[in-house]
C-alpha cells in the first residue's frame, strides 16, 4: 500500500474511532445524536471513497435524519398537546452506532497483516 493511501487510511480510522467514543460518551437527548456527528462520519466514508473504497451501504440514509420533540403545549379539554419540534435534524444512536461498528469491521479486515477467517464457527 502506497504511503499517502496509507496515511488516508490511518487518518479516516482514527476519526472513526474518536467520533464512535465521542457518540457513546455522549449525553444524548433520548438517545438521538446530532446530525452534525452524521456529517463528521459522512466526511470519513467519502474519503475512503476518494481511494475507491465503496461504503455507500454504511452512510446514514437521510430518512433517519429527523427533528425530535423539544416541548409540548399542556393538554386541555378543548385541544390536545402540540408538539414543537426542534430545528436541527437527529438519528438514533444505536444506528449509527451499528454502521460505526460495522465500518470499524470492515478496516479491521482490510488494514490487518495476516487475512482473516470471515464467517461463522460452528458450535462443538
Known amino acids: ?3 499517502q493511501t496509507q496515511d488516508i487510511l ?3 480510522h482514527t476519526m472513526l474511532v474518536a467520533l464512535k467514543d465521542a457518540i457513546e460518551k455522549m449525553d444524548t437527548k433520548h ?3 446530532e446530525e452534525k456527528y452524521i456529517s463528521e462520519f459522512h ?3 467519502d ?3 476518494g481511494l475507491d473504497i465503496n461504503l455507500a451501504e454504511y452512510y446514514i440514509p437521510d430518512s433517519q435524519l429527523n427533528p ?3 416541548s409540548r403545549t399542556p393538554e386541555s379539554r378543548s385541544s390536545p ?5 426542534s430545528k436541527e435534524k437527529y438519528a438514533d444512536k444505536s444506528f449509527v452506532l451499528m454502521r460505526l461498528n460495522a465500518v470499524q469491521g470492515y478496516f479491521e479486515v482490510i488494514i490487518s497483516d495476516e487475512p482473516r477467517k470471515i464467517g461463522f464457527n460452528t458450535p462443538n
Open 43 to 45: 466526511i470519513a466514508l
Open 47 to 49: 474519503k475512503l471513497a
Open 81 to 85: 398537546s402540540v408538539p414543537t419540534y
Open 31 to 33: 438517545n438521538y445524536i
Open 68 to 70: 425530535i420533540v423539544t
Open 1 to 3: 500500500m502506497e504511503n
Open 10 to 12: 490511518i487518518r479516516v
